[in-house]
């Protein structure tokens, strides 16, 4: 991590914790803030150098809303159109988050790629799209492992990065724009990628954003890394240069799990 770009640590809960589970975490996490954050840890938090998101499903955003009021924890969605309205039975839109106050959204996982049909195309609509309407977007992308197995790594992130994200970002996309590499072979796996390979990874990465934006804008740019990240691991990963925090499924959908995620986060500074 630079420490420049801060850290920050977000929840995916997929298709996990409905409206009930999710109070009852925000309720967990308001009584043990204190007791399970060191002070360093909460600092970290109030100046805004440690982010921390959640990413319920769509029926569970307004209760999120609600029972993370006056937390520092954000609310976003996995999952929002690129249309602000209209005949698109299933979907959500960004007006509609808005009205509830979300800032937030995800965007290009792989598990919309691999089960919703979501293509690069699609992934860049809702990138430019939910940036265009304010929102912060967290931007998914990664190898499968046989793309891995085969060397092609390199060329499958060069090719979503190309094709997904803006041709160009304007300032407020700089601030707005968080990046997230998601090996999928190291996704509910057990399997999560070695420091060095999640280093690897995001050191192209940057190097992709400072050939497409130049080295100022990418410098400002957040990478996390996500894929079976614990908090066992996570300062490991956390202590590389180019990873700037963590993406996690499993291991947020617990409230003590999800704090000693971001005490070990907290730890770093
Ligand atoms: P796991 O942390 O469960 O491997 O999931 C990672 C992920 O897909 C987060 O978006």
Not at 77 to 88: D, I, L, S
């Amino acid at each position: 991590m630079d420490s420049k770009r801060g850290i920050l640590i977000a929840g995916n809960w997929k298709m996990n914790l409905g409206p009930k589970g999710t109070q009852e975490f925000a309720s967990h996490l308001r009584t043990n803030w204190k007791i399970s954050l060191s002070d360093k840890t909460r600092a970290a938090i109030s100046n805004g150098k440690l982010g921390a998101h959640v990413f319920p499903a769509s029926i569970s955003l307004a209760p999120a809303k609600e029972a993370f009021a006056g937390t520092s924890v954000s609310v976003g969605a996995q999952n929002v159109h690129y249309e602000e309205k209209g005949a698109f039975t299933g979907e959500i839109s960004g007006p509609m988050l808005k009205e509830i106050g979300l800032e937030w959204t995800l965007v290009g996982h792989s598990e919309r790629r691999q089960y919703f049909g979501e293509t690069d195309e699609s992934v860049r609509k809702r990138t430019e799209s939910h940036l265009r309407q304010g929102f912060h977007v967290v931007f998914c992308f990664g190898e499968t492992r046989s793309e891995r197995e085969d060397g092609r790594t390199n060329s499958v992130l060069e090719t979503q990065l190309s094709r997904g994200l803006p041709e160009k970002l304007s300032g407020s996309d700089v601030e707005k724009l968080v990046l997230a590499y998601e090996p999928v072979w190291a996704i509910g796996t057990g399997l999560t990628a070695t420091p060095e390979q999640a280093e690897e990874a995001h050191e192209y990465t940057r190097n992709f954003l400072i050939d497409r934006y130049g080295r100022e804008i990418a410098a400002k740019l957040k990478i996390l890394y996500g894929g079976s990240v614990t908090p066992e691991n996570i300062r490991g990963l956390l202590a590389q240069p180019n990873v700037d925090g963590g993406l996690v499924g499993g291991a947020s959908l617990k409230p003590e799990s999800f704090l000693s995620l971001l005490e070990g986060a907290g730890s770093l500074f």
